[in-house]
């Protein structure tokens, strides 16, 4: 990690700490529409108790979360973080063969769009699993559209990083080399950063760190269509599609930012 980068995730984080909110016990969403957040958004867990805390009525937070089916969790936990003393742990049971399963938070209200880049950082502690093929991990949607489409991030075969454009048709798949796959590892943790680069065309780029190493790099289409504006981001186990794995899934020190973080 580069020194200016260290210190604007660092300042960020601590800047966030000390001004969280609180909310009622229960709370699925926020405003409607969602308060547009401002960039960079820098979110450490610190200074908080419980996930519903992390949702604020005034939405000037978090926006919502998904957690299904029935079972599935997402909590604040306070043994394992990467920095500080709390980290967001979530839970998700395995793939039914019919509904995705879930277990995520959703920060709405972005605008970002044809000709933008987006990076993100995170720092990302998967459990030991005997299989962890098809479990996401990121979405950047564009809820305007029917079934929300966007470009995600997720462990295919060999569980290595993968991106498709979701719930899009035509989109590119863009894969690491086949004589060079990286897995993503597991039982430590892991720094995850990716750079989009907004097109509908063959200049739309996406990029993704594994550890600092870049494992995966695609040129194509990573917006539907020019008019297209990405509105909402979703972290953690945006979906398990392996139907025989359950998935436990830690995340921390989360960044989103319109300007570079390598």
């Given amino acids: 990690m580069s020194a200016r980068r ?10 966030l700490a000390a001004s969280a909110g609180c909310a009622s016990p229960g709370a699925e969403v926020s405003s409607d529409p969602p308060l547009s957040p ?8 610190e200074g908080i108790t419980s996930f519903p805390s992390l949702i604020p009525e005034d939405g000037s937070r978090w926006h919502g979360y998904q957690l299904q089916p029935e079972g599935n969790e997402a909590q604040v936990v306070f043994d394992r973080a990467h920095s500080g003393g709390n980290s967001l742990r979530f839970y ?23 000709g933008d880049d987006v990076w993100f950082s995170g720092w990302y502690f998967l459990e030991e699993a005997s ?3 098809n479990l996401f991990l990121w979405d950047l949607e564009e809820t305007r559209r029917w079934n929300s489409p966007g470009r995600r991030i997720y462990l295919s075969g060999g569980e ?14 863009f894969r690491q080399p086949v004589d060079h796959t990286v897995p993503f590892p597991k039982g430590a943790w892991v720094e995850l950063v990716l750079h989009l680069y907004l097109s509908e065309g063959e200049d739309g780029l996406l990029e993704a760190w594994q550890d600092g190493a870049l ?16 509105d909402r981001m979703q972290v953690g186990i945006t979906a398990n599609g392996n139907e025989g794995q359950a ?3 830690i995340v921390d020190d989360i960044v989103l930012s319109r300007e570079p973080l390598r």
């Fill in 6 to 15: 260290s210190t604007l995730v660092t300042a960020l984080l601590a800047c």
């Fill in 38 to 45: 401002a960039l960079p958004f820098a979110e450490g867990f």
């Fill in 92 to 114: 998700a049971a395995p793939y039914d063969g019919v509904s995705a399963s879930k277990a995520d938070l959703e920060l709405g209200g972005l605008q970002f769009q044809k």
């Fill in 131 to 133: 299989d962890s093929k």
């Fill in 160 to 173: 290595a990083l993968t991106s498709d454009l979701g719930k899009w048709w035509g989109g590119e798949v």
């Fill in 215 to 230: 494992v995966l790099s695609g040129r194509g289409q990573t917006l539907p269509t020019k008019e297209s504006i990405y």
């Fill in 247 to 249: 998935q436990v899934l």
